[in-house]
């Protein structure tokens, strides 16, 4: 963007004209440790048998929602979708249901990173809640709860469904 002497203008998320736009590096808020080695020696078998490991339970906890959702949009329509994200909000996984939804569980997650991670702090157990279409839902209908999955107590990814409501 410019202004009218055509010098650039950084544009500032704002929650009213501008969206939530991640900036670069990674977020890790103060207090809170990333599990994030790597094996770089993962035999082939073991990377598959992993993957589709991943793949069914991100698959089951849709399954479960269309199960218990009090929805009717939920349970009949299936306009949501689970997500599995990496530890920095990096996506691993859509669901096979209404993938347009997950688009914005990345920028939920580092939108928490950024703006709750050392106030209130992200913690196991703790589930977050955004239904801000400038943040992180597609639109103003849909809801996304944001679950931290820590091994070791180190943050390891991220668990997120988005809904329409």
């Known amino acids: 963007m410019t202004n009218d002497v055509g010098a650039a203008q950084e544009i500032v998320w704002d929650g009213w004209t501008y969206p939530y736009i991640p900036g670069a ?13 790597v094996d770089d020696q993962l035999d082939g078998i073991t990377y598959e048998v ?10 089951e906890h849709g399954n479960t929602l269309v199960k218990i959702s009090g929805s009717p949009i939920a349970a009949y329509g299936h306009d949501f979708n689970p997500v599995i994200l990496d530890e920095r909000g990096d996506y691993v996984f859509f669901g096979p249901f209404l993938q347009y939804l997950s688009a914005a569980a990345s ?8 703006h709750r991670g050392e ?6 157990g703790d589930i977050f809640l955004c239904n801000d279409p400038w943040i992180g839902a597609t639109h103003q209908q849909d809801v996304a709860v944001l679950a931290p999955v820590f091994v ?6 991220w668990v997120c469904n988005s809904l329409h409501q």
């Not at 990674?26 to 990333?34: E, H, I, K, L, Y």
């Open 25 to 37: 590096g990674p977020r890790q808020p103060a207090g809170v440790s990333f599990h994030d080695e």
């Open 50 to 59: 992993l993957r589709f490991a991943l793949w069914n339970v991100n698959v």
């Open 107 to 114: 920028s939920g997650v580092k939108w928490t990173l950024e």
């Open 119 to 124: 106030n209130p702090g992200i913690e196991p």
């Open 152 to 157: 070791d107590d180190r943050l390891f990814a």
